[in-house]
Structures are given as C-alpha cells and as structure tokens.
C-alpha cells in the first residue's frame, strides 16, 4: 500500500468507516508526518497542544485571503433552477399558495429561519416529551404517531452555508408542491403526488448566514483549495482550514481565526455542532423545537461533500434505527442507479465505541427529541478534483429528488405496515 487515507468530512457521524465520504488520499510520508508531529507534541512535558499545529501538514499549507479567493471567482453562470442565496427565499414564501411558511427563528446576523408545511397536522396523544416516553417504557407516549393517517417528513436544509445542493433540492421540492414542476419546469406529479400522502416539513436554510457569506454561490467546478476556503475558511496567518483540526476551535472566532468560513453563523457556530443541552445559538434550537412539536417519523440532514453520493450512519441512536436507515440507504441507491446517477456505499449499523468515536450531533439530536429515524445524507457538489464525483447541475437537482422520492416511498410503506421507520408499532 503506497498511499495513505485522510477524511475530510463535514461534520457528520460515521464517516470513519465509511470509505465513499470526502476522501482525499495523500502519500503516506505525509501521513507519517503527521503522526510523528502528533506524538511530539503529545510528549512535550506540560505543552498545550496548540491548535494550528493539527490545521494542516506542510504539503496543506495553502494560503489564500478573502481578495484572493474574491479575484479567483468565475462569472457566475448558474442555471435558473439552482438556488444559492437566501436573499429571495421571503418572497418566495409569501407567495406560496398549496404550503404553509412560518418563521421559526432569526439567526445572529437577523435572517430568517422559515418551516415550510405541506399536509394537515394531525393531532394525536402527546402526554410526554420523548426522553421521559421512552423512560416510561413506552415511546408512544411521546406522540401516538401509529394514530395518524400519514407519515410525517422532516426535511432539514443545509446547516453548511456552502453546501447549497440541499438548499437547491429544497426550493425545488417546494415548488413542485405547489405547481407539480420543478423550477427547470419538468414535470413531477408523481413526486408531487406522493408528498401530498405525507405532511412534510421543509425547512430550506439550516444556517442562513452561512448561506449569505458563500458568494460564489456553487462550488460545482471549483479547485479544491478555494472549495475548503469557503467551507472552513482560514486561519490568521491567511492558511485555509482543514478538517480536523478546523473543528478544535469552537465557535470559530478569536484571534487564531483569519476568515470565517460558510460552515458556521455570524457568531462562528456550526449548527451540527451546537451544545444542544445548552445551546450556543438559535438556528440548531430550532430545527430540533420543529421536530419535537411535530415528531416526524423520518428526518434528514442535508448536506454536501466531495465524493458520491451517500447516507450516513447516525450515531448514537438504536441499532435498529441504523438498519432502518440502511434500508433507506439501500431504497434511495437503488433509485439513483436505475437514474443513470452515481452513489456511495451503504451505511453500516454499529455500537458507539470511545476507541471508534464519532460526535453526537444535530442528527443524533433530531432522534432523541423526536423518536424520528434521522440521518446526514451528503451530496457531491461537483470538486474539480480527479478523486471527487464530479456531476453536472442538473444531476445534483436530480439526486436531491431522488433521494426525497425514496424517503417519501420508504416512509410510506411502513406506515402501511403499521410501523414508524424507527420502528413504533401500530396499536
Ligand atoms: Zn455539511
């Protein structure tokens, strides 16, 4: 074996031994490197570990300031179908006639938070939150959710500004709620149709912010160095970002940081990653007080990555809950295969372990307030790099629709076998 393996994820479980998600490979003297520096700096009497010093390997020392990445921005050239700003996500809500908008929450720059609705509220028993239900042995007093007549979807739109794929996917699911055709003006009244047996949650933009600050608006085409400029940003010395060390500093702001990168909030927040039992910021409260009111059966996260496309193992929750998400792996690449598109590996239902340790995040969280079966899925944006999967737009729309025609189908059938995806029986 000639090459090493470094991960660079973007905040999601799993990813450890998932080998299709934002893989990049460097020669193994560089993996060498970075043990060596890592045991000498561990050994070093009394020595702090100092951040930066796990911000990057020599040969990953690129630097690039903000003008910098400015100058290198390519005319936009973006098709009318793809969304990649929040400014105009107001209007469109206003204008929404089928679904239902409210405001759920403001981020710390002022921007809207909005909850897109499709489908009546069905109101059930909810004597409970879900911690004390399942601590009485019994998760339906949490929310009789066998009681209602349709599967309620809850879907969460990038939390990662510069991951708009989601944001795209979204804006365009709305729309075929409303119209039956997407925004490229295709039809997709099966889509649609199968929404309309559900009541879906949409909620576009996890992390507006994030989204204001991404000025190119897609990465779909860039090289890699200015791809993690915009996700991670830089460090003060100008040197760009990289997992994982760009996540040993929390929120990211303070001096050791150069320019804030569109994973994180005006206040330097990752939403994956606020403290959810005692919370940093507004947008993650949120996303989780909307699950928590409406118990929805199946939750997605959605975000983007380099490699194919992939659903992730949620961690912490049941293993049982993880093969239900595996069986929705299975339904979803099954649909993007027969769709010509491409996709990763499947996801492997596993204990948590301190020696394989992945974080408890905003997916975990989403289970455990809500019983929901909740996982990251990770889209290609389409990295000019020969390792990434490389995608056209309309593939990316395609994907993302795919993938919400399978959790819509997958939610389905087991409300028609009488179970919650995560395996709540019918009385
Ligand atoms: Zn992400």
């Given at each position: 074996m000639s090459r090493g393996l470094r991960l660079t994820r973007c905040g999601t479980p799993g990813a450890a031994n998932t080998p299709n998600i934002c893989r990049e490979e460097i020669p193994m003297k560089r993996s060498i490197y970075f043990i060596l520096m890592s045991l000498a700096l561990a050994a070093a009497p009394g020595a702090a570990a100092p951040q930066r010093a796990f911000a990057a390997a020599p040969d990953q020392v690129r630097k690039m300031t903000y003008q910098e990445a400015r100058q290198r921005l390519r005319p936009a050239e973006l098709p009318a179908f793809w969304v990649g700003s929040v400014e105009d996500l107001p209007s469109r809500w206003a204008k929404l006639s089928a679904g239902h908008a409210r405001e759920i929450a403001r981020s710390p720059g002022g921007r809207p938070l909005h909850l897109v609705s499709y489908g009546e509220r069905e109101t059930v028993k909810h004597p409970a939150n879900f911690n004390s239900a399942v601590g009485g042995r019994d998760p339906a007093s949490y929310m009789d959710k066998a009681a209602r007549r349709k599967p309620v979807v809850y879907f969460v739109g990038p939390v990662h500004g510069h991951e708009v794929e989601g944001l795209t996917g979204l804006v365009n699911l709305v729309q075929i709620m409303e119209t039956g055709r997407d925004l490229r003006g295709k039809d997709q009244s099966a889509l649609r149709s199968l929404g309309g047996q559900c009541r879906l949650l949409i909620l576009p933009a996890g992390n507006p912010d994030g989204i204001a600050r991404f000025e190119p608006r897609a990465i779909h085409g860039m090289p890699k160095d200015e791809f993690q400029f915009w996700g991670m940003g830089t460090w003060a010395d100008d040197s760009i970002a990289f997992w994982p060390g760009s996540k040993r500093q929390h929120p990211r702001t303070g001096p050791e940081i150069g320019w804030m990168g569109c994973y994180f909030n005006d206040k330097g927040v990752n939403p994956m990653h606020d403290e959810f039992l005692a919370p940093m910021s507004t947008e993650?409260?949120?996303?989780?007080?909307?699950?928590?009111?409406?118990?929805?059966?199946?939750?997605?996260?959605?975000?983007?990555?380099?490699?194919?496309?992939?659903?992730?193992?949620?961690?912490?929750?049941?293993?049982?809950?993880?093969?239900?998400?595996?069986?929705?792996?299975?339904?979803?690449?099954?649909?993007?295969?027969?769709?010509?598109?491409?996709?990763?590996?499947?996801?492997?239902?596993?204990?948590?372990?301190?020696?394989?340790?992945?974080?408890?995040?905003?997916?975990?969280?989403?289970?455990?307030?809500?019983?929901?079966?909740?996982?990251?899925?990770?889209?290609?944006?389409?990295?000019?790099?020969?390792?990434?999967?490389?995608?056209?737009?309309?593939?990316?729309?395609?994907?993302?629709?795919?993938?919400?025609?399978?959790?819509?189908?997958f939610a389905m059938d087991a409300k028609q076998k009488g179970a919650s995806p995560a395996g709540q029986k019918s009385n």
């Amino acid at each position: 074996m000639s090459r090493g393996l470094r991960l660079t994820r973007c905040g999601t479980p799993g990813a450890a031994n998932t080998p299709n998600i934002c893989r990049e490979e460097i020669p193994m003297k560089r993996s060498i490197y970075f043990i060596l520096m890592s045991l000498a700096l561990a050994a070093a009497p009394g020595a702090a570990a100092p951040q930066r010093a796990f911000a990057a390997a020599p040969d990953q020392v690129r630097k690039m300031t903000y003008q910098e990445a400015r100058q290198r921005l390519r005319p936009a050239e973006l098709p009318a179908f793809w969304v990649g700003s929040v400014e105009d996500l107001p209007s469109r809500w206003a204008k929404l006639s089928a679904g239902h908008a409210r405001e759920i929450a403001r981020s710390p720059g002022g921007r809207p938070l909005h909850l897109v609705s499709y489908g009546e509220r069905e109101t059930v028993k909810h004597p409970a939150n879900f911690n004390s239900a399942v601590g009485g042995r019994d998760p339906a007093s949490y929310m009789d959710k066998a009681a209602r007549r349709k599967p309620v979807v809850y879907f969460v739109g990038p939390v990662h500004g510069h991951e708009v794929e989601g944001l795209t996917g979204l804006v365009n699911l709305v729309q075929i709620m409303e119209t039956g055709r997407d925004l490229r003006g295709k039809d997709q009244s099966a889509l649609r149709s199968l929404g309309g047996q559900c009541r879906l949650l949409i909620l576009p933009a996890g992390n507006p912010d994030g989204i204001a600050r991404f000025e190119p608006r897609a990465i779909h085409g860039m090289p890699k160095d200015e791809f993690q400029f915009w996700g991670m940003g830089t460090w003060a010395d100008d040197s760009i970002a990289f997992w994982p060390g760009s996540k040993r500093q929390h929120p990211r702001t303070g001096p050791e940081i150069g320019w804030m990168g569109c994973y994180f909030n005006d206040k330097g927040v990752n939403p994956m990653h606020d403290e959810f039992l005692a919370p940093m910021s507004t947008e993650a409260p949120a996303i989780l007080r909307a699950a928590m009111d409406e118990g929805p059966d199946l939750a997605v996260s959605l975000h983007s990555h380099e490699s194919r496309p992939a659903v992730l193992r949620p961690a912490y929750v049941p293993l049982e809950v993880q093969e239900q998400v595996r069986s929705l792996a299975e339904r979803a690449y099954a649909l993007l295969a027969g769709r010509r598109l491409p996709h990763g590996s499947l996801p492997e239902a596993r204990p948590d372990t301190c020696k394989n340790m992945d974080s408890f995040n905003l997916v975990s969280a989403l289970h455990h307030i809500s019983g929901a079966a909740a996982f990251t899925f990770e889209c290609p944006h389409d990295v000019a790099d020969e390792k990434a999967c490389r995608v056209t737009f309309d593939e990316i729309l395609d994907i993302q629709l795919s993938v919400y025609e399978a959790m819509l189908r997958f939610a389905m059938d087991a409300k028609q076998k009488g179970a919650s995806p995560a395996g709540q029986k019918s009385n």
